[in-house]
Every structure is written in C-alpha cells, then in structure tokens.
C-alpha cells in the first residue's frame, strides 16, 4: 500500500503556513471563507487514504468563517483531537465502548485554542482512550502516515499530526501524557512542543488526578506557528507562575551548554537503533557548528523502576475510565469491547492498587531528579524515539497488553519523564530514517523554560530547514 499522501495543491492554503495565512486574511488578499473552503476540499479529497477525520463540522467552519473573527490567527482552519469537548459534538475518544452524548459546552483548552482565531473543521483521531502510540483500531479505521502510508501516525495525536503533515491545515490541537504530542510530531515531520505544566489549560477534570501527566498543545510545521498559538493562547489564559512567554519570534542569541543524553544504560529497554544514534551524533554536531557547547551525559535514572510506576499511573487512568465511567464519561461502558491493553492496563492497577502510594511517592521524587539533570546544563538533548518508525501493524491492538507494552516502552522510552516533572520538552523533524521517514530530536529544558526551546528552535530550522511532503 506504499503512497505518499499530499493534499497541498495551489487553492488558497497553497504550501502556506498558519502564520502566512493569517497575514493574507488580515491584509484582504484571501478570504477565510475561501480558506475554510479549500481545507475542506482538501480534506474530503485525502481522507480515504489517511483516515485522520472522526467526525466533521465543515457547516459550523463555513459560519464562523463568514463572521468577524478575532485573534491573530482568524480564519486558519484546524482540527481538534477527539479527548476534548466541543460544544453539540460527541468526544468519543477513541473507542467505541461507550457511546458519547453531544457535549454541552466546549472544554476551556477549546475555548482557548479557538480564542485565537482558528476555525474547527471537525474531530481528529486517535487509539483508544489515547493509551497506544498509534491509532490502529480495525473497527473505525487505521490512521496512516501520509508520508508513506504504510507507516503508523505515531499516537496518540494521530489524525491531528497526518492531517497537518499532509497539508489538509497547517494546525491542529494534540495533547501529551507520554509522548502524544511528541511522538506523532517526530513520525510525521513537525514540530511539536509539550509545555510547561499549567501553560494551557489541561483537560478538564485532570486537575483532580493525583499526577497531572496530560499536558495539551498543538502540531503545525513551524516553529513560528507553534509560537504564535502560544502568544495567541497566553493571551487568553496564563498561569501566574509561570514566566510570561510573549512573542517568540527569533532565535536567541546566548550560547547553550547542552547535554546529550548517549542512551540508557547498557542492557537497559530504550536501546537506540542505528538511525537513531546517526541523528543525534549529526545533530549534536551542527549544535556545536553553531557555537553551542555539547557533553555526553549518562542518564541518571532507574529506568526500569520509572517505567513500573508511569505504566501505574496509565493502569489507575484505565481503571477509573472504565469503572467510574457514569462519572466521568457521563456513558456505561462495554467491557467485552476493551482492547487488550486497555484491559490489561486496568488488571494492572487491581493487582498493584495497594503499591500505589508509593508510585505517587516516586513520581514526586522524579521531579527533584529532573531539577537535578538541569543543574549544569541548559538544555537537555534526546532521540524522541528509540528507533525508526514502525509500520502499520507493530501497535496493533489486538496484540497482547504485555507484547504492546513491551514495544511501546522500548519505543517511546525517552518522553514519559517529561510529563511526570512537567517540564518543557519539544521535537524538531531533524532528521530522517533509512525508510525515507521523518525522525524528530527532543529538547527539554528547565520548568517554565518553553522560550529558549523555541528560541533554540528557530536556530536550527534556520540551520537545517526540514522538508514538507509537498518538495518529496
């Protein structure tokens, strides 16, 4: 099934990004109904292919678009990930296990991602409860890589980040529990940041959880995207103890002291592959081309301990989903229709409950060992992924909960510590695997941090511009 999947062609969108739309629209040269058009030609046209689409509200994307908007980025059409209410639409997120009644109001992260102006065309997709990082659920259709479809999405953010990469819209809302935002960006070529915590709203009700792992976002194809939301964002919300971001819009000129974390220790699950080890040595180097100062670091944690207690945490969200459902999903659930790893996430949680405490207890230690990492250094450099993205079919959910868990560990080892301490990590498409795949390269920096990641950012897409499926 091997394809390539593009829906740029010369409408209105053209190959521009979020930002270059937005100035047309607000200097009269194009119209955002004739945006809000061309994307949803776009859509209907690429669809089939990617399957990226749950459901679809092009008549209320037409009305908004014919009104006067507010927001830098007015008439920029977009999709949101279907884990967030929006207002007369189902959030069905995922699964079909239950069946979801039409929200009765938008949650605040969608007020605050449409408070900039973006015009929801409709719900994305993604796996399950977004528990898997890939979207491959036989009964409502696999998510493809539009870079070559017979490659995963990555997940959980799976629709969002094929329909940006294919140009169906240059932005669409993602959110992070371990790795959503950064997985996808890295498979699928964009740029990805996960905030610091409390830097966008989360999703409603997480404030409730004893670790808040979930942190909410957006996918685009630059960087000066991601920052404009983020200014756009702050405006409408900021968290009083975080620095303020502003507008970032250039590269920063201090020189960084950056760790470059080798691998994990010997014998350890998160071995890097061949491509992998490539990506980072060259991008260490252009780092240091740059003027940047680069140390090998080991990483210094018990891995295999930090793994047991997050996949507790995923255990505990699996079983209050699927048990507390008439609370917090408002639905009953069906348990004969779980896939196996969310049943096998919930068993978990039963036969360790009583261990629990002291997960939360090690999740709060994790936080100083991260402040502890960053003592010396600015920026903290990691592969994404541990290897090169996997086809279609490696994430399947109808594998055993031990055989996904275990691929899905060894995979995306490097992203779930950045949820647990909150702070600020992002993937730059840096590279590209020996398939012809895009291959991120995360940075991370100390809380509140998230300018000088984007100011790093736009220092090496400036350096080493990555390509968009419309020049393959």
Known sequence: MEKTVSAFTADALGTSDASAIAEAIADGTILPAEVVE???????RVNAELNAIVLKTYDDARKNSA??????????PAFIKDNDNLAGYPTQ???GVFRAKPAKRNSRFVNQFLAAGLICLGKSTMPEF?????????RWGITRNPWNTDYTTGGSSSGSAALVASGVVPIASANDGAGSIRIPASVCGLVGLK??????????????????????GVLTRTVRDTALFYAEAEKYH?????????????????RLHIALIENYPEGVIGN?????QRIQAETAKLLELLGHKVTPMRFAVDVEKMVGHFLNIYAFHSYILTHWSKLILNAKIDHSLLEPFTEG??????????????????????????????????????PVLAHKTPKIGYFSPQLSYEEVCNRAIKYSIYCGLHNVTGVPAISLPLGTDSNGMPMGVQFSSTYGNDKLLLELAYELEEAKPWKFIYEV
């Open 38 to 44: 061309a994307a949803i030609l776009r859509a209907e």
């Open 67 to 76: 009104s006067k908007g507010q927001g830098a980025l007015f008439g920029v």
């Open 272 to 276: 890097q592959d061949e491509d992998t």
């Open 130 to 138: 977004g528990f898997l990082c890939s979207a491959e659920n036989e």
């Open 195 to 216: 905030p610091s915590r409390h830097r966008l709203y989360s999703i409603d009700g997480s404030e409730a959880l004893p670790v808040q792992l979930v942190h909410q």
């Open 238 to 254: 900021s968290y009083p103890r975080l620095p303020k971001m502003g507008h970032v819009k250039h590269a920063g000129k201090q």
């Open 345 to 382: 996430l919930q068993k978990r949680f039963r036969a360790n409950a009583l261990k629990f405490p002291a997960t939360l207890a090690a999740m709060r230690k994790l936080k100083v060992v991260a402040a502890g990492l960053h003592k010396n250094y600015d920026v903290i450099m990691t």
């Open 93 to 95: 997120m995922g699964t």
